[in-house]
């Protein structure tokens, strides 16, 4: 196909191209590429055209929705006069239309000119005008002058050169601050673009609301027409987001002319200004109102309904954020500073800056008590519940199951992120497409714990990366890494910039800084001391390392940084105009109104997380066989007493007490305290910053809680069942049981003593701050159990004492088997002079076994309850309840 035709002529939305073999063109959204379609469903660089020697070839550089020939998805194929190809859809997407030489026509142009048209839209479609713009909006057209253009060779950046300043002779400074020479004027960078007069004082394209740019496509509204929006390709708008539901909400214009929304029951919610409107619920929408669906946004425009879909084409910004904690101490100062679109940002600083608190501020998991953050011109504070799915956040632990493969642990956190209603193939399907949009496809059956430092950073962004968010924080990705790994991770943010997203990276590491489109330093006290190009820091700075400059800020920590930069030609470069915005009240919304819905029922939510906690300990053999041996040999050390549960055989014509009965039944309740503990001791702790994350996208509290509960709860119960198994064979048991028989009784008394020290484990895993204080509080816990049992010495009876040991699991615990076995007449009176000393929980009565092992389970209760409260503090201060 194709072979030895060397000119080949392309048409595409009314332009047309005479392409030169000597060269390779691309395809996509990026304005600054050579053929240009503004149409959602084609990625940023979608594909190229190139000759191969024999003939022309498309190859397909990743995109989201594909590219076909002939009706198949391809990633390489030859083309020549005559092949069918269309970008994002096999069916509708947009369509090249190749021919030879002959079959230019006239109106040819040279390939190496643009001639952006807006793309077409069918009726079958579901869009109302077949008119098309007659052109692209100006803010199409126009390159984006402030992202930096740098010289391409095999890898994307290794043209870039990073512009080191002279060393300056320092000269001591103003009064109590550094030595320095003062900002040198800064140097212009062969390699940057330059820059439009009205962008060099923000250093930032100004914030566009939706009425400050075209629409993506719009809709014609008729009188007492429904129109639904969703995922399905049955609906009036097909809106291709896996956020977006199969159908999603309805449009309907009322006679009286008005507009309703009526949501149907859409998993990740609809908005109306970034508040979501009740499930299945209804609202009146006016012509300034936005109606979020997953990426795409509407407005009424007249009889239109216009859509804007969020590509990453976004302005962002800080404004005036400061925060205080209790005792007004300021952690975060006055903090301004605007984001270009599509760019690596760089945030540095010493301890004690402020960048984690920074970093919490800009992704609303803790909004600022002064200032706002707007997102493409849109408050994320006030409009969190909708906004925050565009968001990706990568801590600075990974956010991973280590013990899963690659795939697995994808396919996970698909399932919960996801609606219910999306199909598992469409899950596989952009699984698939983000492991080879960050070349993990051949690690993908790899376990998680068996990758280096560099891929293990990238699964955590392919995770963020399955909901296609447009904003990408990164906390100290390459903490612990050497440097070329550092390199690596920095090399991949600077990749996913470049593809149509605005990454904002918290680093330690300035080896990597010259990939940033732009540096933001923090002083001490949290305040700004610079913002600008990273190649200018140093200069502006005065120092040649960035050791110097850490050096001063801990030297001269009273100095005023933030002063200095605010009156520096950089701050009327690149700050001033955001600055300048007044500083604006934020009324936030009531709780309710600001946590995002979920994104699956509870009951949906919880059989997944069961799941994937079974594949975790499954694929956990160590801890897999720790769990048979450690209730093997707690069992197996209480056949060493040889007794039965019984009365020792008679001696001078009277039965003699069998104290040995209590020290059994104390060997197994102490064993199965440890063992129930010891299961869940470390369970939150390990996966705290899993949870704080998947909470922040719509994760259940009481699913994830009642997950751990149940399969915790299995595993001690069978546990409990070795236990008993091993302890009790070699012993004669009492003829007859209260209840049912007795050693049903004396099992199902020590799997609720497991299940409620499991709980209690709970507890100590949600209070630690770190994994290894775990084991000493477990030691202690096992501890306490053995000495308020009532079986070493008399409980009961003692004022003070006896109330506390109430608080003990293994207290009613023995007292469970003590009514069973009857131990208050098998053991020894501790008043030799009193025969009848009976501890009262001992009565051998089915009632009071009923209340010893209700007592158990109760406090098993009250510790989930406790387990609930507490993880609260580890979850986005906007989620908490």
Known sequence: MGHGVRELVLELNGSIWTLDPARSYTLGRDPQGDMVLEDARVSWRHASVSWGGRGWVIEDHGSTNGTYVEGRRIHQSEIGPGSAVRLGNAADGPRLNLTGPSGGGHGEQSAGSHQHAFPQQTPQQGYASPQPYQQAPQAVQAPQAAHDVRTQGPDHHQGYQQQQPAPAAQSPGPEGGPPWSGPRHATADPHRAPVPEQQQRAGVSAPRAHGDRSPTTFHQLSLGRVMRIGR????????????????????????????HLRDLGAHNGTYVNGQPIAKSGTAVIGADDIVGVGHST???????????????????????LTVTVEGGKTILRDVSFGVPEKSLIGVIGPSGSGKSTLLKALTGYRPANEGDVLYDNRSLYRQFAELRQ???????DDILHKELTVRKALRYAAKLRFPGDTAEAEREARIEEVLRELKLDIHKDKKVTSLSGGQRKRVSVALELLTKPSLIFLDEPTSGLDPGMDRDVMQLLRGLADDGRTVLVVTHSVAELQLCDKLLVMAPGGSVAYFG??????????????????????????????????????????????????????????????????????????????????????SDKGFLGLMVILPAVLGLVSVVIPADFGLAAPDDGKSRFNGDAGTIMLILAVGMCFSGAANSVRELIKERVIYERERATGLSRSAYLMSKVIVLGLITAFQGVILCGIGFAPRALPAEGLIMPPALELCLVVIALGFTSMMFGLVISSLVKTAEKTMPLLVMFAIVQVVFTGILFKVYGSPGLEQFAWLMPSRWAIAGAG???????????????NPGDLDPLWEHSASQWGINVLVLIVMGVVCGIVVARLLRRHEPEVMRK
Request: net charge negative.
């Open 232 to 259: 399905a390709l049955e609906n009036d708008l097909v809106v291709s987001d896996l956020q977006v539901s199969r159908h999603h909400a309805e449009f309907t214009a009322a006679p009286d002319g008005s507009f």
């Open 298 to 320: 509407f407005r009424i425009v007249g009889d239109r309904l216009e859509e804007f879909v969020d590509t990453g084409e976004i302005s962002f910004s800080a404004r005036h």
């Open 390 to 396: 565009r968001i990706g956040l990568v801590p600075q």
């Open 533 to 618: 190009p990273p190649e200018e820091a140093l200069n502006f700075f005065g120092y040649t390392t960035w050791a110097d400059v850490f050096s001063a800020f801990e030297n001269y920590r009273d100095y005023d940084w933030s002063g200095r930069w605010r009156g520096s030609q950089h701050y009327q470069m690149y700050a001033a105009d955001i600055d300048a915005v007044a500083p604006q009240p934020v009324a936030m919304p009531p709780a309710q109104r600001i946590r995002p819905p979920k994104p699956h029922s509870w009951g949906s939510q919880l059989w997944t997380l069961m799941r994937r906690y079974v594949s975790v300990i499954a």
């Open 819 to 833: 009514t069973t076995l009857d131990l208050g007449r098998l053991m020894p009176p501790w008043d030799p002079k």
